[in-house]
């Protein structure tokens, strides 16, 4: 009982001791700290994922709260953040939620391989050694380099051999697009509505589409005569849709004979 | 005998023998070719014909207003059927002229030019007109190689008959059955250079091509003062900084040439097609390679039109066995597998390797023990396992510290490691990934 109760006493003495002396050093050695810097660091995620071209968040809340970097640079915190930010620096914010979209359907049944590839388990190694690993040289080589860039976990390769993207979890951060060798993933707002053609095939022989291809574009501009709108147009071999035009009927992706056109509605991809 | 080298290197198995006693054998016209717009280092090409021309042998269908680039020409008669992208030895599916034989062999060669005669602008001018680039593999512009800078003299020309790369065996025989030609082209680079003195150096295990060379060249060397010399043999001695430094004991500085150091190297087969772009006016359209490796039933040392496809002389020309398992253009060491046997040879084809399974078997990637075999097979000195390690966490800066751009992907240090870990891909994709990086900074003005 004695031994308790003197170990009880010599730990609060203790712990007040030492207490006070940690009041008495934080208030004598305090950093000051600029109090706009900590506000817009609490707007940030803090997910650290540096798509906004600095180190962390704390860094980047330093440049913001310094003015030297935009207000809407944070891709994860979205238009909220960017707003947010905006609003507390009286700047304006013309940050939008982004969504990462892969524009290749060269899944391993529909866009064979050109041969075995056997080297480092990396799509930009198996570009620089191949040229592409799929018959079709602008296809998604499907090794995940994407998944290994992501800081959220949203991009998982799956049987197809193909990423797919996890729409709860993508920030929009746009690491992937970055790291992407073949540039088969774009960012797409997350506003956006309507047609997007899924295809990067920019061969102008239609034939060796089709057999590298089963989802290829083969370039008969089917889709440029049946848009009741003419929102589609041909650049450089490939259909582009003009958003403003499009109403999102789905005549292209009904008439498409290779069905690279798929609808957007409201963060998701309809088939 | 003390033969000169260079520090580093390795000794793979030689595999020469299957056609080092072959006498190089003339392809019979193909019925069809495929011949690349851009086959060399530089500017993409442009076609000059148009499908259902008709184009004759030596006709030049391809070229750029730019430098460097080398022109390509038809290298049988025939109609142009079409013009559209194909597979490419280097795998990218690069625009390519097909041509239908039609049976005739007219030709469109260009007038002989005695370049001891004309100017140097005109010897410069024919090269590019033949389209001739250096054929050991690299594929660079050879009017641009021999036309270095004003400010960097180069005194000495070296051919190089090393070929240090396992199976290929096509230099030796063509030193050993035109020896005169080999020596009259080393002649001619060699006057247009301007070099003060001109080798030829050979790999000791291809001595025999020695006495020949050494015959022809008071009659052949136009004044030029020329020796042949055997290098140890020694993979890669044939590397342009291994041979410079083996012969002259001259460094090519990092991230230098070889013109930094007053020399420059030239492929005997390269040699070659400068005699004949002079002599005859024959651009550069027909290239001779050797066919090997446990998965050919039929090696051999071939002399076939620029553009023809591989596939296509199987098995009239070439029999393969069953069990082929991987086609490598090029030699073992640094050449490209091709997926498609619908691959056609090109201006830097040296040889076409047919693998079976044993001989193109992958090993799994180990842990690196840090024995340091890697470094001691590096000929540029560099230390590629710590190389690998900077890549490995994506310590780009670490790694251009250590010299990664100087490492010119000879393999030597992936064929050591007995952890069998990937060095040169590694490097490939360093180099890459530290190229994007210096471009992003150029971009955002760091």
Not at chain 1, 182 to 195: D, I, S, T, Y
Not at chain 2, 247 to 263: A, K, M, Q, W, Y
Not at chain 2, 394 to 421: N, T
Request: hydrophobic share 40%.
């Amino acid at each position: 009982m004695k031994i308790i109760l003197e170990t009880t006493i010599l730990s609060a003495v203790l712990g007040l001791l030492i207490g006070i002396a940690l009041g008495f050093f934080r208030e004598r050695f305090a950093v000051p700290s600029d109090p706009m810097v900590d506000q817009v660091r609490a707007i940030l995620p803090g997910a650290n994922c540096g798509a906004c071209g600095y180190a962390g968040c704390d860094a980047y809340a330093l440049a913001v709260a310094h003015r030297t970097a935009p207000p809407d640079r944070c891709t994860t915190g979205g238009k909220k953040a960017g707003d947010q930010i905006a609003a507390l620096l009286g700047l304006t914010s013309s940050a939008v939620d982004q969504l990462a979209v892969l524009v290749c359907q060269g899944s391993r049944e529909k866009a064979p391989l050109k041969g075995d590839y056997v080297g480092i388990d990396s799509c930009r190694e198996a570009k620089i050694v191949t040229g592409g690993t799929k018959l079709c040289q602008w296809a998604c080589l499907g090794l995940g380099d994407c998944t290994r860039v992501c800081p959220f976990d949203a991009i998982h390769v799956e049987d197809d051999g193909l990423p797919h993207v996890d729409n709860g979890k993508c920030t929009g951060c746009g690491k992937c697009v970055e790291e992407c060798p073949q540039n088969v993933l774009v960012l797409v707002p997350r506003a956006k509505m309507g047609a997007i053609p899924l295809c990067l095939n920019r061969n102008p022989v239609k034939s060796k589409v089709i057999s590298t291809c089963k989802t290829g574009c083969i370039k008969c501009e089917i889709c440029v005569k049946a848009c009741p709108e003419g929102a589609i147009r041909m650049e450089r071999g490939l259909p582009v849709v003009d958003e403003k035009l499009c109403t999102s009927c789905g005549i292209c992706v009904q008439k498409c004979p290779t069905h690279v056109f798929k609808l957007i509605e409201k963060d998701i991809i309809i088939a | 005998m003390n033969l000169k080298t260079f520090r580093g290197g390795i000794h793979p198995p030689e595999r020469k023998e299957a056609t080092c006693d072959l006498p190089i054998e003339h392809v019979p016209t193909p019925a069809s070719v495929v011949i690349h717009l851009t086959q060399a280092v530089g500017a993409q090409n442009q076609p000059l014909v148009k499908i259902g021309d008709r184009v004759l042998k030596g006709q030049k269908i391809g070229d750029v207003d730019a430098c460097p680039a080398a022109a390509v020409h038809a290298s049988i008669t025939g109609i142009v059927k079409k013009i559209e992208p194909a597979p490419q030895s280097n795998l990218r599916d690069g625009m390519a002229i097909f041509i239908e034989a039609d049976g005739t062999d007219e030709t469109a060669y260009m007038p002989p030019l005695d370049p001891f005669a004309c100017s140097r602008e005109e010897a410069i001018k024919r090269l590019r007109d033949a389209g001739i680039v250096g054929m050991g593999g690299a594929s660079f512009p050879t009017d641009v190689k021999l036309a270095p800078p004003a400010d960097k003299p180069v005194d000495t020309i070296i051919a190089n008959g090393a070929e240090c790369e396992p199976y290929l065996t096509i230099d030796y025989r063509t030193m050993l059955e035109t020896p005169a030609v080999v020596v009259e082209g080393l002649a001619m680079a060699a006057h247009i250079l301007g070099a003060d003195k001109a080798i030829i150096a050979i790999e000791s295990n291809k001595a025999d091509a020695l006495p020949g060379i050494q015959r022809e060249i008071p009659a052949h060397a136009h004044g030029v003062p020329m020796e042949a010399v055997l290098v140890a043999t020694k993979y890669p001695q044939g590397g342009e900084k291994m041979l410079i430094k083996a012969i002259t004991n001259r460094e090519v500085p990092s991230h230098g040439l070889p013109f930094d150091v007053g020399v420059i190297v030239q492929n005997v087969g390269t040699l070659v097609a400068i005699s004949e772009a002079f002599i005859q006016g024959k651009p550069l359209i027909e290239r001779g390679f050797t066919v090997s490796g446990e998965a050919c039933r039929t090696p051999k040392n071939l002399y076939a039109p620029i553009g023809t496809v591989i596939g296509s002389l199987i098995p009239d020309v070439i029999q393969v066995s069953d069990d082929l398992r991987k086609v490598i253009f090029g030699g073992p060491m640094m050449g490209v597998a091709v997926p498609t046997l619908q691959t056609p040879i090109a201006k830097g084809t040296s040889g076409v390797l047919f693998f079976n399974t044993a001989e193109a078997t992958q090993y799994e990637e180990r842990q690196c023990i840090r024995c340091g075999r890697c470094a001691d097979a590096c000929p540029v000195r560099l230390m590629p396992m710590l190389m690998n390690a900077a890549i490995a966490i994506k310590d780009l800066d670490r790694a251009d510290a250590l010299g990664l751009i100087d490492c010119f992907e000879c393999g030597a240090c992936s064929y050591s490691c007995p952890a069998r870990i990937p060095l040169t891909q590694r490097f490939r994709l360093g180099k890459d990934l530290l190229r994007n990086q210096r471009a992003k900074e150029a971009r955002h003005g760091k």
